[in-house]
């Protein structure tokens, strides 16, 4: 019974092989003689135990070779002990070399496996990635083609490597590139229908709009986008919005600082997802704007309001349905003139509580009557009743002038969420200020204005200039470009520059047969053919510059443009005769405008031929000049001063002359100006060209004419101010 179990004692411990290669680390002491010599056994047992010391000298072994470099040297010196003079006892070994099963947690516990040598994979590979990023060959911009997954991986990475590292420079090249090669693959443009398969194509628009945008982006602002991670996410985010980037370059002037406009855009986008959806218009107008925190006196103190302020507000009362139009039926140009209303939220909110239940958007222009005239402050320059302050409460209790009443209700519409400017010119009745306001869907109407003042001037907000009001009504009148002819015109614009010199002239005039009116794009046209090789032909010139005076015959900037390339490009390669024939033709062509012409347009073409007179000393040519002047345009005293101050300035170097002019300007005075009636208003503008006739008299030494002058404008005055056909406005 003893031989019999004590077999089944070993097979019940018997361990796998495959556990022998994972053996404790005494495991090697076997191999040392000692263990060999175990007591008298049966054959049976005496071959088993020879097998299991065996394949433990083997494990052992593998089990060394594979964990030396891990093991500790205390290890290696115990499997290596010195020599003993005689074995030890057997048991011990045996008990030894047949343990319980070994436990696979604690073997890994005590020998774990160790790790491979870490590789420094994530920083490495990243710089490895930009430094072989592919910025030369084009972009896919094919409908198709540009979905797959490898090209929209690729230019995820460039456009994220150019913000982060300041590669504007090589992304903005391979856009040109890109949209250059894209477009080669037309046949021709041989109608504007060819055009729209590349902005219905959502891939090119979005390239077309990020190179314009992007080539705008000074070197400030680039770094700017490297180190501030709001501003980098804000530009990523902005250039895959085709809507706000349209929306921005349409309302966009070019004196404003792209830089701070979308720094200020990024603030209000990080606070609010809607600047990229309903309300884009509204950052927008606030970001050009208020750029910077807008400063202005109101109620006799220095006020501020940021472009943050001023979403939040406008947008809160849209959506509370408040306002008096509803904000998304704007485009970013037109609430401009509603953002940069300059007074207090209070005063907003006393605009919106007290004036909208009164006046709808169509007759808002009843609002400027609203405010009593005060024909004592007119007058004496003292108010009837004082101001205490400033705030629309008072100035519609007390009254006021023509600037008080402009102030009032345009400010009152903006807070209503209505576009509205105020006007200043000068007329038959001297200085005037009226209103003009959005009535309807893109149609302005004027409030206050007297008949005879053509033209005044308009603050822009969004880069605080003056504007005249024929540039105005160019941007917001029924001719003006809008809406999606609008946008279609300025993409064609943005794609010649883009094309060849030959396919380049043929989008620009499908873009003017788009929008015939849209400025822009003339004068694109204008540089264009000034550097065509060759040069175009005097005539064609000719025809070229007409039509474009005709498209805008009261915008004085436009028209100082006009006649630069005039100059240049037509009168140099003209004889004399040529010459004043068509300067004096230029005249002629502005007496068919009628009263519709502005004083700054008037003096320039008579000035033109006069400078020409001037050269050639002929004082006769430039008397009769001037005198034609004062009698067409003459009646106006505000236009009667300007063209007087013309002739004058060229008289000065000679005293014969002076004398001539002096009697000139007086007799067109007496013809044209002075009357015999006529109301406080009609009297004070006279006098103030009466006042221009004495000056002159007295610079030319004729002090008792100059007196006799002044002495009949003082009568005249306090006559006005007594009659009693004195009228209110």
């Not at 947008?315 to 209303?341: G, R």
């Given at each position: 019974?003893?031989d019999?179990?004590?077999?089944k004692?070993?097979?019940?411990?018997?361990?796998?092989?495959n556990?022998l290669?994972?053996?404790?680390?005494?495991?090697?002491?076997?191999?040392?003689p000692?263990?060999?010599v175990?007591?008298?056994q049966?054959?049976?047992?005496?071959g088993?135990?020879?097998?299991?010391?065996?394949?433990?000298?083997?494990?052992?072994?593998?089990?060394?070779?594979?964990?030396?470099?891990?093991?500790?040297?205390?290890?290696?010196?115990?499997?290596?002990?010195?020599?003993?003079?005689?074995?030890?006892?057997?048991?011990?070994?045996?008990?030894?070399?047949?343990?319980?099963?070994?436990k696979?947690?604690?073997?890994?516990?005590?020998?774990?496996?160790?790790?491979?040598?870490?590789?420094?994979?994530?920083?490495?590979?990243?710089?490895?990635v930009?430094?072989?990023?592919?910025?030369?060959?084009?972009?896919?911009?094919?409908?198709?083609?540009?979905?797959?997954?490898?090209?929209?991986?690729?230019a995820s990475?460039?456009?994220?490597?150019?913000?982060?590292?300041?590669k504007?420079?090589?992304?903005?090249?391979?856009?040109?590139?890109s949209?250059?090669?894209?477009l080669?693959?037309?046949?021709d443009?041989?109608?504007?229908?060819?055009?729209?398969r590349?902005?219905?194509?959502?891939?090119?628009?979005?390239a077309?709009?990020?190179?314009?945008?992007?080539?705008?982006?000074?070197?400030?602002?680039?770094?700017?986008?490297?180190?501030?991670?709001?501003?980098?996410?804000?530009?990523?985010r902005?250039?895959?919005?085709?809507?706000?980037?349209?929306?921005?370059?349409?309302?966009?002037?070019?004196?404003?600082?792209?830089?701070?406009?979308?720094?200020?855009?990024?603030?209000?986008?990080?606070?609010d997802?809607?600047?990229?959806?309903?309300?884009?218009?509204?950052?927008?107008?606030?970001?050009?704007?208020?750029?910077?925190?807008?400063?202005?006196?109101?109620?006799?103190?220095?006020?501020?309001?940021?472009?943050?302020?001023?979403?939040?507000?406008?947008?809160?009362?849209?959506?509370?349905?408040?306002?008096?139009?509803?904000?998304?039926?704007?485009?970013?140009?037109?609430?401009?003139?509603?953002?940069?209303?300059?007074?207090?939220?209070?005063?907003?909110?006393?605009a919106?509580?007290?004036?909208r239940?009164?006046y709808?958007?169509?007759?808002?222009?009843?609002?400027?009557?609203?405010?009593?005239y005060?024909?004592?402050?007119?007058?004496?320059?003292?108010?009837?009743?004082?101001?205490?302050s400033?705030?629309?409460?008072?100035?519609l209790?007390?009254?006021?002038?023509?600037?008080?009443?402009?102030?009032?209700?345009?400010?009152?519409?903006?807070?209503?969420?209505?576009?509205?400017?105020?006007?200043?010119?000068?007329?038959?009745r001297?200085?005037?200020?009226?209103?003009?306001?959005?009535?309807?869907?893109?149609?302005?109407?004027?409030?206050g204005?007297?008949?005879?003042?053509?033209?005044?001037?308009?603050?822009?907000?969004r880069?605080?200039?003056?504007?005249?009001?024929?540039?105005?009504?160019?941007?917001?009148?029924?001719?003006?470009p809008k809406?999606?002819?609008?946008?279609?015109?300025?993409?064609?614009?943005?794609?010649?520059?883009l094309?060849p010199?030959?396919?380049q002239?043929l989008?620009?005039?499908?873009?003017?047969?788009?929008?015939?009116?849209?400025?822009?794009?003339?004068?694109?046209?204008?540089?264009?053919?000034?550097?065509?090789?060759?040069?175009?032909a005097p005539?064609?010139?000719?025809?070229?510059?007409?039509?474009?005076?005709?498209?805008?015959?009261?915008?004085?900037?436009?028209?100082?443009?006009?006649?630069?390339?005039?100059?240049?490009?037509?009168?140099a390669?003209?004889?004399?005769?040529?010459?004043?024939?068509?300067?004096?033709?230029?005249?002629?062509?502005?007496?068919?405008?009628?009263?519709?012409?502005?004083?700054?347009?008037?003096?320039?073409?008579?000035?033109?031929?006069a400078?020409?007179?001037?050269q050639?000393?002929?004082?006769?040519?430039?008397?009769?000049?001037?005198?034609?002047a004062?009698?067409?345009?003459?009646?106006?005293?505000?236009?009667?001063?300007?063209?007087?101050?013309?002739?004058?300035?060229?008289?000065?170097?000679?005293?014969?002359?002076?004398?001539?002019?002096?009697?000139?300007?007086?007799?067109?005075?007496e013809?044209?100006?002075?009357?015999?009636?006529?109301?406080y208003?009609?009297?004070?503008s006279?006098?103030?060209?009466?006042?221009?006739?004495?000056?002159?008299?007295?610079?030319?030494?004729?002090?008792?004419?100059?007196?006799?002058?002044?002495?009949?404008?003082?009568?005249?005055?306090?006559?006005?101010?007594?009659?009693?056909?004195?009228?209110?406005?």
């Amino acid at each position: 019974m003893k031989d019999d179990s004590t077999p089944k004692a070993h097979n019940r411990k018997q361990p796998a092989p495959n556990r022998l290669v994972r053996p404790m680390p005494q495991a090697p002491r076997i191999a040392q003689p000692r263990a060999v010599v175990p007591a008298p056994q049966k054959s049976g047992s005496s071959g088993w135990l020879s097998l299991l010391l065996v394949l433990a000298s083997a494990g052992g072994a593998a089990w060394y070779l594979t964990h030396q470099k891990a093991a500790p040297p205390a290890v290696i010196a115990e499997a290596t002990p010195a020599p003993t003079p005689e074995p030890a006892t057997p048991t011990p070994v045996i008990a030894k070399a047949t343990p319980e099963p070994v436990k696979p947690k604690e073997v890994v516990a005590i020998t774990p496996t160790p790790a491979p040598a870490p590789t420094p994979a994530p920083a490495p590979a990243a710089v490895v990635v930009k430094a072989t990023l592919d910025w030369k060959t084009p972009l896919p911009l094919d409908a198709i083609a540009a979905r797959a997954s490898a090209v929209t991986e690729r230019a995820s990475r460039l456009i994220h490597a150019a913000a982060e590292d300041n590669k504007w420079a090589d992304y903005n090249a391979l856009l040109a590139a890109s949209l250059s090669a894209e477009l080669a693959r037309s046949p021709d443009f041989s109608s504007i229908q060819r055009y729209d398969r590349y902005f219905e194509n959502p891939v090119f628009l979005r390239a077309l709009l990020q190179r314009e945008l992007l080539s705008k982006i000074d070197s400030s602002l680039q770094q700017r986008i490297a180190a501030e991670p709001k501003v980098q996410d804000f530009i990523l985010r902005l250039c895959n919005s085709t809507e706000t980037i349209e929306a921005l370059l349409v309302a966009l002037t070019p004196q404003n600082k792209l830089s701070q406009v979308l720094g200020t855009m990024s603030s209000l986008a990080a606070e609010d997802p809607d600047v990229f959806g309903k309300y884009r218009d509204l950052a927008v107008a606030c970001s050009i704007v208020m750029a910077q925190p807008m400063s202005f006196t109101w109620n006799e103190a220095q006020y501020s309001a940021s472009a943050g302020e001023r979403y939040r507000w406008f947008k809160s009362k849209d959506m509370a349905n408040d306002l008096a139009i509803h904000l998304n039926k704007l485009n970013a140009w037109q609430l401009a003139w509603v953002v940069s209303v300059p007074v207090s939220t209070e005063e907003m909110e006393w605009a919106i509580a007290n004036m909208r239940r009164k006046y709808k958007q169509g007759d808002w222009g009843r609002a400027y009557g609203a405010v009593e005239y005060d024909m004592q402050y007119a007058v004496t320059h003292i108010r009837k009743k004082p101001y205490t302050s400033y705030l629309f409460s008072e100035i519609l209790e007390k009254g006021g002038i023509c600037g008080d009443r402009s102030y009032f209700s345009a400010n009152t519409a903006r807070a209503n969420g209505i576009p509205a400017i105020t006007i200043s010119g000068d007329g038959p009745r001297g200085p005037h200020a009226w209103i003009a306001w959005l009535a309807d869907e893109d149609r302005w109407e004027t409030s206050g204005r007297f008949s005879g003042y053509p033209a005044g001037r308009v603050h822009d907000p969004r880069n605080g200039q003056s504007l005249s009001e024929q540039v105005f009504d160019r941007l917001s009148g029924s001719g003006a470009p809008k809406g999606s002819s609008l946008l279609k015109s300025q993409r064609l614009l943005w794609l010649a520059d883009l094309q060849p010199a030959a396919a380049q002239a043929l989008t620009l005039e499908y873009a003017l047969r788009t929008t015939p009116h849209e400025p822009s794009i003339w004068l694109r046209k204008l540089v264009a053919w000034s550097q065509r090789t060759p040069a175009p032909a005097p005539a064609d010139w000719k025809v070229f510059l007409d039509a474009f005076r005709r498209n805008f015959p009261g915008d004085t900037d436009l028209l100082a443009q006009v006649r630069t390339a005039e100059d240049r490009f037509l009168l140099a390669k003209m004889d004399a005769t040529s010459v004043k024939k068509e300067l004096t033709g230029d005249i002629r062509d502005l007496g068919k405008l009628k009263g519709l012409t502005s004083l700054e347009e008037i003096r320039a073409a008579y000035k033109r031929p006069a400078d020409l007179l001037a050269q050639a000393k002929d004082l006769p040519g430039i008397r009769k000049l001037y005198r034609d002047a004062l009698d067409d345009y003459g009646r106006e005293p505000a236009k009667f001063k300007g063209i007087g101050a013309d002739y004058w300035a060229y008289v000065q170097a000679d005293p014969a002359a002076k004398q001539q002019a002096c009697r000139d300007i007086e007799a067109a005075f007496e013809r044209h100006v002075q009357t015999r009636g006529g109301d406080y208003f009609d009297v004070q503008s006279q006098n103030t060209a009466a006042e221009f006739v004495a000056q002159c008299w007295r610079q030319a030494g004729e002090e008792k004419r100059a007196e006799k002058f002044e002495k009949e404008i003082a009568k005249r005055a306090a006559t006005a101010t007594k009659a009693t056909r004195v009228k209110t406005p």
